[in-house]
């Protein structure tokens, strides 16, 4: 599964739209609407800000190893 999926993966598991998880990470909806399509790229910065933001495991959102968010950190 690529990082595209598994960012639209993360965000439903948290049940938040495209709109709602762009402005928490200080982003566009257009932004996350592209983050999510098939071979576009994500920024390092996009990355860690998710990966802060969410408390998410960022060798999951990487690689899709190990688990979605770190643990005991999990909001």
Do not use: H
């Amino acid at each position: 599964m690529p990082m595209n999926t598994r960012i639209r993966e993360l965000r439903k598991t948290l049940n938040l739209t495209q709109k709602e998880f762009a402005q928490k990470i200080g982003l566009k909806q257009n932004a996350i609407s592209y983050m999510e399509k098939a071979d576009s790229t994500v920024t390092e910065q996009n990355i860690r800000t998710i990966c802060s933001q969410f408390s998410v495991n960022e060798n999951w959102l990487r690689t899709g190893a190990g688990k979605m968010f770190l643990e005991n950190e999990k909001k």
